[in-house]
């Protein structure tokens, strides 16, 4: 996390290591290729078994490489999340909770890996995230859905992915990717209180420091927003 007068950066847990893992791989391959040209006759198998394992670590190092340098930044102004697929963004106004994800099922309470994020209007979302975005979350968020329908949260029906036009409160239509999503975010705001969701996998401290300091911001920017009115 870097932390800047009011601006905080937070690298994603899933980035971590991936120069040294590519690298690691890197070395290791080359290593192995060197190995083989004395030894391919004699150990072909457990040797094309380490070429492939090298390869797989070359490539999950590439991968988390891919991922952005910061996955989360926190700003007096605003929230904004960064995916290797596109990014969201929400002024602190627009958004009415930050919480953790919990579910309560019989005398337990079940902890979800994700924070949620409640909106004033779910409209926002329409002109605050990129298509791919919108696309690729409804995809990766598939673990929330199954867990929703799994303890009757939702209807089968309302977990299947729905291409439906949405229609805005102002009577504009969004047709698309960008649909479903909206469809998809308002299910899980009526089984779980939150129109988006940031994975635990994004952060790189617990999940309620994360809310905590983002808590933070939005009573801040809620507090100066009443003494401007």
């Given at each position: 996390m870097i932390k800047n007068d009011e601006t905080i950066k937070i690298k994603a847990i899933a980035r971590h290591h991936g120069l040294f893992i590519t690298l690691t791989g890197v070395i290791t391959l080359l290593l192995v290729a060197w190995l083989?040209?004395?030894?391919?006759?004699?150990?072909?198998?457990?040797?094309?078994?380490?070429?492939?394992?090298?390869?797989?670590?070359?490539?999950i190092g590439l991968l988390k490489l891919a991922e952005p340098v910061y996955s989360v930044i926190l700003t007096s102004d605003s929230l904004t999340f960064y995916h290797r697929?596109?990014?969201?963004?929400?002024?602190?106004?627009?958004?009415?909770?930050?919480?953790?994800v919990t579910n309560t099922v019989g005398i337990t309470r079940d902890e979800l890996n994700y924070v949620g994020i409640k909106l004033i209007s779910i409209d926002t979302i329409a002109t605050c995230i990129s298509l791919r975005l919108a696309n690729r979350l409804i995809h990766e968020q598939k673990p929330l859905i199954q867990y929703c329908i799994k303890h009757r949260l939702i209807s089968i029906e309302q977990g299947v992915l729905n291409f439906e036009p949405y229609i805005l409160n102002d009577g504009e239509i969004v047709r698309g990717p960008l649909a479903a999503f909206l469809h998809h975010s308002e299910v899980l705001n009526q089984a779980l209180g939150a129109h988006i969701f940031i994975a635990a996998?994004?952060?790189?401290?617990?999940?309620?420091?994360?809310?905590?300091?983002?808590?933070?911001?939005?009573?801040?920017?809620k507090t100066v927003e009443i003494n401007i009115y």
């Open positions: 083989c040209s004395y030894h391919w006759q004699l150990a072909r198998l457990p040797l094309l078994f380490m070429v492939l394992a090298c390869l797989v670590t070359i490539f697929h596109g990014r969201w963004q929400f002024h602190w106004q627009q958004i009415r909770n930050i919480h953790c996998s994004n952060l790189n401290s617990s999940m309620g420091n994360f809310v905590g300091l983002a808590n933070t911001y939005l009573t801040k920017a």
